[in-house]
């Protein structure tokens, strides 16, 4: 396969001006980093407030997925334009908007009064989210131009992933016995301070196409995600109903028409020609298997352990940990792998340990041990953290240095879209299949099955030889 274009992205430039100079790099990674994990923070807050949150707006158990689903919905839906939108206005300008966006939205959804209202400031939250995620990565390869720099940089990035994903559903469970609805103002008020340092701190880089950015095609993808997630969270009730079926009809209509719009338009969201290559496949496919089979699972555990085993949203935030601080450690240190491992094999040992690792938790739920459940989470928790570290950096790889914001926000795109759809199923699952105990064995036994096809899948996808 030939190979992309690697530009160094200040020579990748429209041209040499005064903006265009790398900013300082330390700067540009705490402020990146910290930026990621108050995203992460804000979109696993509810996993362990659930229960609560559900109960406060009066939400049934057929609507609940709504209520973890609206973030990572807003955050599938415009990833891709964000980026787009990021390479050709300025990552800096949308950073900024992402932030001071997350913390008023944030804010919003602790004011909510109903399901409804409540996750429309999700799916707000998630398209400021998309904002920050996509411009990220961006900003660190500018910052970043040598593969040694932005392999570092990727790794810490990756790494805060992981910590935001920890420090969320501690923040909330800390916040539970008084109000579900504080950590939300907590977390609007951390964004909020983000945005005012990066304003003073962060330098504008740019990479225009020229054109104007994709809203149909932003608009139909969006269409289509939502009749996905409405097929899957419907599908708990009888998966051969009409409604079911009419709505997995349009998302398959829709995404069809998102394929039209994205080859005839001069500036697409995503470069449908990159799919021919192997290397962005396998970041594509390994966001899409993390959300599914990781995300999807892990976001619905807490609540379920809650539910089964009496356990305090404390007491589930701190079991949580477990997995998700192992993740943060285990991410922060692969990059030591580099040179050793690819990150392509780091997707897929990753894939296997989280099979592994969930497959050790049949039975936990049964038994009524949540000390069952310890192996699992620690050994998912070592391939989550790979996962974590290798997805950024196969990101930023997979396309040309001066499109670094729109490969980001593909591959985490995909990610959402997998999440949106691991949470929706995980729910069906655990809800439609005779008492909660054996529905989350189900669960555990499809997340196993999801992580062992992509584990094959990443593997077998290696770049052929020039």
């Known amino acids: ?21 790398p900013p300082h790099a330390g700067r540009t990674l705490a ?53 787009s939108l990021a390479d050709d206005y300025g990552r800096r300008r949308m950073f900024l908007a992402g932030t001071v966006a997350l913390g008023i939205t944030t804010a919003l959804g602790a004011l909510a009064n109903s399901t409804l209202l409540f996750t429309l400031a999700r ?9 920050i995620l996509a411009s990220s990565l961006g900003l660190l390869v500018h910052a970043f131009p040598t593969p040694r720099g932005r392999l570092r940089a990727t790794g810490v990035w990756g ?4 910590g935001g994903i920890a420090a969320g559903p501690l923040l909330a469970g800390a916040m539970a016995p008084a109000d579900w609805r504080v950590a939300y103002v907590v977390l609007g008020a951390v964004a909020l301070a983000v945005a005012a340092l990066g304003s003073r701190a962060l330098t504008e880089s740019r990479a225009p196409r020229g054109g104007r950015p994709d809203l149909a095609g932003a608009f139909t993808f969006g269409l289509a995600l939502v009749a996905l997630v409405a097929a899957l969270t419907l599908g708990r009730d009888g998966w051969l109903r009409m409604p079911v079926g009419l709505l997995l009809a349009a998302f398959l ?37 993390t959300g599914l089979a990781v995300i999807g699972l892990f976001s619905f555990l807490p609540a379920l352990l809650q539910q089964t085993l009496g356990l305090s949203a404390m007491d589930t935030a701190w079991l949580f940990l477990l997995w998700s601080g192992l993740s943060f450690v285990v991410a922060l240190q692969a990059r030591r792998l580099a040179g050793r491992v690819s990150p392509r094999h780091q997707l897929t040992l990753g894939f296997a340990l989280h099979a592994v690792g969930a497959l050790t938790m049949l039975g936990a739920f049964d038994a009524g041990s949540w000390a069952r459940m310890l192996p699992g989470f620690v050994i998912s928790g070592i391939g989550s953290g790979l996962l974590n570290a290798a997805l950024p950096l196969l990101a930023v790889e997979s396309v040309p240095a001066d499109r670094a914001a729109m490969g980001s926000g593909a591959q985490q795109t995909f990610r959402y879209i997998g999440s949106c759809a691991g949470v929706a199923l995980t729910i069906a699952l655990v809800t439609s299949a005779g008492g909660l105990a054996h529905g989350a064995d189900v669960a555990i036994g499809v997340s196993a099955g999801l992580a062992l096809v992509a584990a094959v899948t990443v593997g077998v996808l290696r770049e052929r030889s020039a």
């Open 253 to 289: 209509v829709l995404t069809a028409v998102f394929v039209l719009v994205e080859r005839r338009t001069r500036t697409p969201m995503i470069d449908l020609g990159l799919l021919r290559h192997r290397r962005f496949l396998a970041s594509s496919a390994g966001g899409l298997f």
């Open 31 to 83: 402020l990146t980093s910290a930026a990621t994990a108050v995203t992460l923070m804000n979109y696993t807050a509810p996993m362990v407030t659930l229960p609560a949150t559900a109960a406060t707006l009066h939400t049934p158990v057929s609507a609940q997925a709504w209520l973890i689903n609206g973030t990572p919905l807003g955050l599938a839906a415009l990833l891709l334009v964000a980026g």
């Open 159 to 162: 790494a805060f992933v992981s």
């Open 1 to 21: 396969m030939p190979e992309l274009d690697r530009r160094d992205v200040a020579t990748g430039e429209a041209a040499p001006t005064r903006e265009s100079t």
């Open 123 to 131: 799916v707000a939250q998630g398209a400021a989210s998309a904002a």
